[in-house]
């Protein structure tokens, strides 16, 4: 494929890579994998360089024991540092670290398959990873015949250590960013893995660069629109209203990535940890845990694993998320929004999330929810799983603690 370096080649001159655009592969992911949102782990949170195989199947195995799997969670990647620093001289293939995996990653692969799993590997579009090891600019074809071999099912392709003419100093002719010199490089990967036999979920680990929302999903089956997470409400918060003003680029095989659960690290409160894991789910985002698995409480193995937020997530009919809408005629415009509203097979749901530092109580108008209008609603608690007594019309006003999100399946009432 074009590009890919070879031994004694040197990367693109400044001029050749202004101008490569026109015959960048434009192969697009793969339509046999990705269509819904990732459910996973990641080992970056958890672990970060300090990974093996012998953790990593741990976790494997906890997906079992813990439920997860039964829950759908299926994807179980291995994040930086899993490889030795320089590449094999003969071969120019990335060489999983021996010490960390004495049985390759492809003895991984084995084990995680075994038990109904799949298994991601992480990479980057640059000369080196974040952490310093070989990067696959240049190496496309290689490294994706490699992952594949090995029996990889998903790719997180990072943005580290990209030579500065691949880089983008300013807006591309005629103002499409599909033309850009980021997503050049990773067209360059999606290029190679169409050239592979094997599916693989392509997640474009870009920190919301290149208005990648606009093309993302001619490109890989994720994007990740910020950069990494932390256990904070402020990135919470920001996430979400970032994310919401781009939703119309998420749909079935196309996702934008608010990135790794932080649910299990730092300080978050219960409510925040709800609102966290909700978000994700009724904007669609992919849910990949990030901590380790065995510190989880039964708390939060309960929201992780709540059926209903996860029905709505990984609804095969229908592929919008929940978007934003006015609650009443006086509501307060916040950021992020606070009032969503979503369709499943299910029926019509609405999440409210309370974006103030103190309970409050929060109210909608039920003509206000599209596709609803002025008539009886009976209304099933998403959280709790058990339906709220009675009949309502008009409006709905419920008290929602500091940082929560209330969720809510709302059905037309029977007469």
Known sequence: ML????????????????GISASAPTAGPSKSTGKLPALGWNTWNAYACDISDSKIIAAANQFVSLGLKDAG????????????????????QI???P????NGISGVANSIHALGLKIGIYSDAGTETCAGYPGSLGYEEIDAATFTGWGIDYLKYDNCNVPSNWTDAAIPPGGDWYNSNSAVRYRQMAGALADQTRPVQFELCIWGQAEVWTWGARVGHSWRMSTDANATWSYISNIIAINVQHLSSVGFYSHNDMDMMEIGNGDLTTEEQRTHFAAWAFLKSPILLGTDLNKLSTTQLAIIKNAELLAFHQDSTFSGPAVPFTATANAPV???PEYYAGTSTKGTHVFIINTGSSPATKKFSFANVPGL?????????MWTGLNI?????GSYSVKVATHDTAAFLIEAAEY
């Open 3 to 18: 590009f890919t370096l070879l031994s004694g080649l040197a990367l693109p001159s400044l001029a050749a890579a202004a």
């Open 73 to 92: 969670y299926q994807y179980v990647n291995i994040d930086d540092c899993w490889a030795e620093k320089t590449r094999d001289s003969n071969t120019k």
């Open 95 to 97: 060489v999983p670290d």
């Open 99 to 102: 010490t960390k995996f004495p």
């Open 334 to 336: 916040t950021s992020p």
């Open 373 to 381: 209008g002025s008539g009886k609603y009976t209304l099933h608690d």
């Open 389 to 393: 007594s009675g009949t309502h019309s």
